[in-house]
């Protein structure tokens, strides 16, 4: 039997961004890769001078663009299940926390988690993952999107659990020893002419002994990622060493090649595992 993946993102980017070594690993470990994508991004800023009139305040045309930039970014990793939740449009990009637009009438942070919560239970009831990925109850950094998938992707769970329970529920998360020396390395480096992020600006950085599951990828695996998040153009700039990247707000973060995950509900995961379906029974979670 085949291993199923069930990932839960806030916006076109997210996947590439935090999953994209883990998501080629596993296609190409022949598991059934299905992305869910909560809404289109439609608040994001716009990288390239040559987009920006897609933008919210101008053309209000940057969601359309970038379910395209995540159909490649799909085809990168070789991902064919990919779905936006309660269909395209349904919720809307909420925009930064605080704002105006996190109570427009379908943002995404005012949505309620049964409803939406029902809409990716059927989803699950479908697709039957072993192994469910979200950001942790934070939402990485604390973004009204992050924040809501990973409420909306514990209730579909949870919906879905009589008639099927998934095996194993794992949060993205940084080590903060490594996060911290990809940061230093950065800095030091000449490259660096652009201000590099801080360890606050990295999402989800955990104490090293909490990580469960670290996915190391193949050489390909990590040039998968790489073209997946340049297909992301409006939103981010891989810069030319194809190590670090950076959002519209410039600040150079490290692109990470070896992706990890903490254990938030499920089958306990044997020490030192390198694959989200270690020590998994997939018989038992047909
Ligand atoms: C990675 C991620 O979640 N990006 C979100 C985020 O985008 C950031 C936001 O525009 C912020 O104001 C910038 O400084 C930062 O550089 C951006 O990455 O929020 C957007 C609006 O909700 C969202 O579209 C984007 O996908
Ligand atoms: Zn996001």
Redesign the pocket.
Known sequence: MSPRLLLVH?????ES?GNGVTMAAAVAAGARVTLVTCTL?????VIPPGQAHLAADREDALGPYRERELTAAMRALGVRDHRLLGGAGRWR????MGLATNRAPNAFWGADPDLAGRQLADIIEDVRPHVLITYDPQGGYG?P??IQAHRVALRGAELAAPRHRIARVLYNCLPATEAGRRLSALTDTARAAEPVAALGDLPGVVPDASVAVTVHGTAADAAAKQRAMAAHAT?IRVREDGTSFA???DLVQPLWETEYYTLAAGVPVPDGATDVFAGLDLEESR
Not at 10 to 14: G, L, R
């Open positions: 806030a916006h076109p980017d997210d961004i991004g439609e608040e994001g800023e990009d909420s925009g930064m973004h999107d992050h939103q959002l519209s707000n």
